[in-house]
Structure formats: structure tokens, C-alpha cells
């Protein structure tokens, strides 16, 4: 039953990651707008601690975005260059510190890549995915003639078979 719930809890939060890294790869191509955000208060996050909220205005004074928040640290003064996304899919009510401008691609793409290596890693553990080894050609499959070396435990089983036949032969 833990199997189960660890597959479906994987597909479900590989799709959630998948549609984050498509967004945040769309918005990567919309166009960046820099002012400059203002600290008006915190807000408290179970988190973080501390959430600046405050106003954001363009450098050019055309727009100007209140209770807003930032996804970084303000200055000493209260102060911080941050970009915006207004055409954005994921940048609604959120203006980014010069760190974080640009990364969520990569972070989405890295947290997809790991999370899907990781699922991928436990299922082979289980021997969920023999079925998987059985359609790959044979150099990608360690041993075709014993499937069970897909597994964990196979491979240990083999490991200790292979041990003991060359004790037996000295």
C-alpha cells in the first residue's frame, strides 16, 4: 500500500513540478521591468520568517504595484532593485531581487530532474519497473538471462552467489 501511495503522490508532484518549469519557461521570454521596491511591512511566514510586503515603482514611474511582495531581502534603508514580469503567467503579485530574477527556470528544471531521477531510483529498488528492462536492449539491462538483477535485493542475491562460488573453487 506504501508503494502505491508513494507512485501516485510521485506522478501527482512530477506534474505539479513539470507545469511550474513549463511556466516558469514561458515567463522567461516575457519582457523585465526594473524599479526599485519599498518595505512597508513584514509579513510573518512560518518559513521565512519575515515576507517583505510593500510598493514596487518602475524606474521610469510608469508603474507602481502596491502590497507587493519581494522574494528576497530589502537594504538597510528599506530598499531593494527588483525586477518585474507584468505579462508574466507566475509573477501576479511578486517582484524578484536581482538574486532571484531569472532562476526559477533553472530551479524548477533541477528540482523536475532530481525528483524524477529520485522516483525513478526508489521504483527500481521495489522492482516496480522490470517491466521497463525487459524493452531496453540488452548492454542497457545488466543481465539478460537473470531479470531479477534489476532489483536491489537481486543484485545482492547475485553479489553473494558470485562471492560464494569463488570461495567454493579455491
Same mark, same amino acid.
Request: hydrophobic residues 45%; charged residues 20%.
Given at each position: 500500500?506504501?508503494?502505491?501511495?508513494?507512485?501516485?503522490?510521485?506522478?501527482?508532484?512530477?506534474?505539479?513540478?513539470?507545469?511550474?518549469?513549463? *511556466?516558469?519557461?514561458?515567463?522567461?521570454?516575457?519582457?523585465?521591468?526594473?524599479?526599485?521596491?519599498?518595505?512597508?511591512?513584514?509579513?510573518?511566514?512560518?518559513?521565512?520568517?519575515?515576507?517583505?510586503?510593500?510598493?514596487?515603482?518602475?524606474?521610469?514611474?510608469?508603474?507602481?504595484?502596491?502590497?507587493?511582495?519581494?522574494?528576497? *531581502?530589502?537594504?538597510?534603508?528599506?530598499? *531593494?532593485?527588483?525586477?518585474?514580469?507584468?505579462?508574466?503567467?507566475?509573477?501576479?503579485?511578486?517582484?524578484?531581487?536581482?538574486?532571484?530574477?531569472?532562476?526559477?527556470?533553472?530551479?524548477?528544471?533541477?528540482?523536475?530532474?532530481?525528483?524524477?531521477?529520485?522516483?525513478?531510483?526508489?521504483?527500481?529498488?521495489?522492482?516496480?519497473?522490470?517491466?521497463?528492462?525487459?524493452?531496453?536492449?540488452?548492454?542497457?539491462?545488466?543481465?539478460?538471462?537473470?531479470?531479477?538483477?534489476?532489483?536491489?535485493?537481486?543484485?545482492?542475491?547475485?553479489?553473494?552467489?558470485?562471492?560464494? *562460488?569463488?570461495?567454493?573453487?579455491?
Amino acid at each position: 500500500m506504501g508503494q502505491i501511495a508513494f507512485h501516485l503522490f510521485a506522478v501527482a508532484l512530477t506534474g505539479v513540478l513539470a507545469a511550474l518549469f513549463v *511556466a516558469s519557461v514561458v515567463d522567461a521570454g516575457e519582457p523585465i521591468i526594473w524599479g526599485t521596491f519599498t518595505e512597508e511591512y513584514c509579513e510573518d511566514s512560518p518559513r521565512r520568517g519575515c515576507r517583505p510586503v510593500g510598493t514596487w515603482t518602475s524606474h521610469d514611474g510608469t508603474i507602481v504595484k502596491h502590497d507587493i511582495y519581494l522574494d528576497g *531581502a530589502v537594504g538597510v534603508d528599506g530598499t *531593494a532593485p527588483a525586477s518585474y514580469r507584468p505579462t508574466g503567467i507566475m509573477s501576479n503579485n511578486v517582484v524578484h531581487t536581482t538574486a532571484f530574477t531569472g532562476i526559477l527556470p533553472w530551479l524548477t528544471g533541477g528540482l523536475l530532474l532530481w525528483w524524477a531521477i529520485y522516483s525513478m531510483y526508489k521504483a527500481t529498488g521495489w522492482g516496480d519497473l522490470n517491466w521497463l528492462f525487459k524493452l531496453l536492449p540488452e548492454p542497457f539491462v545488466r543481465s539478460a538471462a537473470n531479470p531479477d538483477l534489476t532489483t536491489r535485493r537481486g543484485r545482492r542475491r547475485a553479489r553473494a552467489a558470485e562471492s560464494a *562460488a569463488a570461495h567454493r573453487t579455491r
